[in-house]
């Protein structure tokens, strides 16, 4: 049995990136002619054909859902995971769940894993590497060949698509305009870079709360890391130099630290400080005191994500509508807020 | 191009266990020859290859390795596995993590998936279902076919593989030491059925401690629930009804939600009752007090079992031997214990 040749094949023998060669083989303008006429040359040459297995098994179905998430360590991709497992199951699926890792390389490489016929449809929150880049060339493969997607959480314009969402925006507006109501008046935010697009919709509330309450807009009050990772030194010389009487962070982990650190310095929660974070996990609900938490309805979001996905899976239809179903946050008050 | 058959669609093809379908295809006596007969046409008929695509490619490598992990919740799982990935990628791997969720059929369904080619072997924790099952046909075939596999954490003498384990057994009899040097006399244990190959050898190092201390074993103060998963009910009727001063727990989870409720009836931590958990992550970091734990050193174990692995997928030997290596485990010693 012949193997089959992949993208990333390719792109390691060529030296070149999985996106140059995916973009080459679409005779994309934005690759130079040598290298496009080497890859696709190479490409001919070893046969490759881009998941010509899934194109004959139209209608031979798995009962496989193939789940991509961006990372294993945050609650909230777990809890959608949960949903999405529980739905599926019931309906007799089985899910597989691949870990991008937050790289756009680990992205196309799980994705043309999984769509060499063991899966009937991907649901899939983007890489932040994905994000970054901009290149949704491997997305639009998978859909080009009728294989159904579902994105959930972290999403892109670029991709025609059933999506599921939280409305971001809003839950930082509610957030922010919880604490203005608390009489806070400087109001951090935590953050990471907006090439993630929930937290660009995050600030964006924050922004607009601020704003609409005639508070100004202090950028030296905007804390942003380069990745949802913990950078515990920045927290910490963060809160040394600034003075705020509320955080509002994007992920549970920096308000934690955040939390833990102010206390250290003798400074009370909520008495001086409030928090709020998004996303109910566990760290929230067991820290001292609780966090307040923008909740994600995580299970709901997954089940929603593979009621879509099974619909498109098992419809006879041949022409396709694509719906974007948004969820409302909802504000879980602990021991954070409120004075 | 024509579908690879698997032991998945014969089994639903015949509604049958694929735990029946894989040891019908061994010809096992623990299936019936009706059964077995049926099985085995139905394979030929379609062409049932177990994995034949692995052994074309001994010399093709493809610089993948495939992870099994139980479950994505806890944090243990998520540390080993960056601790491969760290090694794997510094080596040129790249890392492929499905999660078999705790369950056998998803075990073997995954390890199909990735065992066609897809990568070079195996690192894999074994699920609660496939321990509590006992069946490890579908290891024994990975193996048997040449493709190398080291388990982790969770493992069985039943294959012959490289494996990294920590002294589960140690890291239960200090901590169950260390409450005694405190003076502690009435030591709970909360863990699950003993399926799982770690609670049985923490209970194992418990019961050891307390016997070498001359202090009575009693299976009253001995919790135990079917799975990882907390059960807040079944905690909080425990220490409702038990007097007890200090507790090992198998899962920080358990721990946290345990110190959390007996807080809330005014019993003082670690003044009235200590407590120490199993295995250091961040609930442990970030409860008040924090939770003394035993670490697992996740990450060290997940570089170890990626150095195996790499050196038996690159080794040109044919001749192999397989090695054990136990890691010490480690108490870090925060506010939940000591008065």
Do not use: W
């Not at 739905?87 to 691949?98: F, H, Q």
């Amino acid at each position: 049995m012949k193997r089959k040749i992949t993208l990333k094949h390719i792109a390691r023998e060529l030296g070149v990136s999985i996106s140059t060669v995916s973009k080459a083989l679409k005779n994309s303008e934005e690759i130079g002619r040598d290298t496009k006429e080497k890859i696709q040359a190479f490409a001919k040459l070893y046969n490759y054909k881009p998941n010509n297995i899934a194109i004959s098994l139209k209608n031979k179905r798995t009962k496989n859902i193939g789940v991509i998430i961006p990372d294993i360590v945050h609650h909230f991709f777990t809890t959608v995971f949960r949903g999405i497992e529980k739905y599926a199951n019931a309906k007799g699926y089985n899910v597989i769940v691949c870990v991008s890792d937050e790289s756009f390389d680990k992205e196309v490489i799980n994705m043309e894993l999984l769509a060499n016929g063991s899966i009937d449809g991907f649901i899939m929150a983007l890489s932040a590497g994905t994000q970054l880049k901009n290149d949704y060339n491997h997305l639009k493969e998978v859909t080009a060949q009728g294989i159904p997607l579902v994105l959930f959480d972290r999403v892109t314009p670029e991709i025609k698509c059933d999506k599921v969402v939280i409305d971001d925006k809003k839950g930082a507006y509610n957030a922010v305009t919880t604490f203005i109501r608390e009489g806070r008046k400087k109001i951090a935010l935590i953050t990471t870079k907006d090439y993630f697009s929930v937290s660009r919709d995050r600030a964006a509330g924050y922004r607009e709360a601020l704003l609409d309450n005639d508070l100004e807009i202090n950028e030296d009050l905007i804390l942003e890391f380069p990745s949802m990772e913990v950078d515990e030194k920045g927290i910490e010389e963060f809160f040394t130099n600034k003075k705020v009487d509320a955080v509002l962070s994007v992920n549970e982990i920096f308000a934690i630290h955040s939390m833990r650190f102010v206390q250290s310095l003798g400074i009370k929660i909520p008495e001086d400080i409030s928090f709020i974070g998004f996303t109910d996990g566990l760290l929230s609900k067991y820290s001292t005191p609780g966090l307040t938490a923008v909740a994600q309805h995580g299970e709901d979001m997954g089940k929603i994500a593979a009621e879509m996905l099974i619909e498109k899976v098992e419809s006879e239809e041949e022409e396709e509508t694509y719906t974007t179903k948004v969820l409302e946050p909802t504000l879980i008050v602990r021991g954070s807020t409120g004075n």
